[in-house]
Structure formats: structure tokens, C-alpha cells
């Protein structure tokens, strides 16, 4: 089992930066990758960006590519999404997730653990 705990959430203005952080616990000797999702008011839940295990890889959906920037500490087990000129439409629940899977299927395989979610908000 890994347990995941979101934080760094909040209300920005639109053009503020953020930095969302995912810290992982449990089964961390164990190699997964990790992402991150989203889910806005009304509309279903997407892919943002996945990291692996190493770090090395990264692989972020077409729409997110050039303002997000996802990384990792493994010696903290942690995982950040660096949010750049956000915008009113990134204002969603932003959630972590693992799994023993590629980066690039992550959003297709449908993660196996998840965290609680952290709310952005971003006003105009």
C-alpha cells in the first residue's frame, strides 16, 4: 500500500504561480510513478503530468506541457507540480497518484492509489 497526502493548494490570482507537493508513505522501497490529476467544477477527472520512479522520466498531457513542471524527491519521497500563469480554468481539485506503471500510461491505466485532493482556485 502507498499513501498519498496532497498540500500547497489554495486561492491565487490569475498569473500567481503555485507549487503543489505530494508526499508518499508506506511501500515507498517499491518502484512506481507518480502524477498528478484534476478535476474541475462539473467536468470529469484528467491527466496533468506523471513522473517515474527515477525522475528521470516525465510525460505531461499535451495541454499542460510549458507552464507545469513536474518533479520529485525521492530522498523525501515527495513528488511537486510547479503551476506557472495560472489561469481562472486551472481552478480544480488537484490530486496524486501512483502506480506500478510507465509515466506515459498513467492516465490511461487508471491509477491504483490516490491522494485526498487539494484545492486550487484561481481568480480572474
Known amino acids: 500500500q502507498v499513501q498519498l497526502v496532497e498540500s500547497g493548494g489554495g486561492l491565487v490570482q490569475a498569473g500567481d504561480s503555485l507549487r503543489l507537493t505530494c508526499a508518499a508513505s508506506g511501500r515507498t522501497f517499491s518502484p512506481y510513478a507518480m502524477g498528478w490529476f484534476r478535476q474541475a467544477p462539473g467536468k470529469e477527472r484528467e491527466f496533468v503530468a506523471a513522473i517515474s520512479w527515477t525522475g528521470i522520466i516525465t510525460y505531461y498531457a499535451d495541454s499542460m506541457k510549458g507552464r507545469f513542471t513536474i518533479s520529485k524527491d525521492n530522498a523525501k519521497n515527495t513528488m511537486y507540480l510547479q503551476m506557472n500563469s495560472l489561469k481562472p480554468e486551472d481552478t480544480a481539485v488537484y490530486y496524486c497518484?501512483?502506480?506500478?506503471?510507465?509515466?506515459?500510461?498513467?492516465?490511461?491505466?487508471?491509477?491504483?492509489?490516490w491522494g485526498q485532493g487539494t484545492q486550487v482556485t484561481v481568480s480572474s
Open positions: 497518484a501512483a502506480d506500478h506503471t510507465a509515466p506515459q500510461r498513467m492516465g490511461v491505466v487508471g491509477p491504483a492509489y
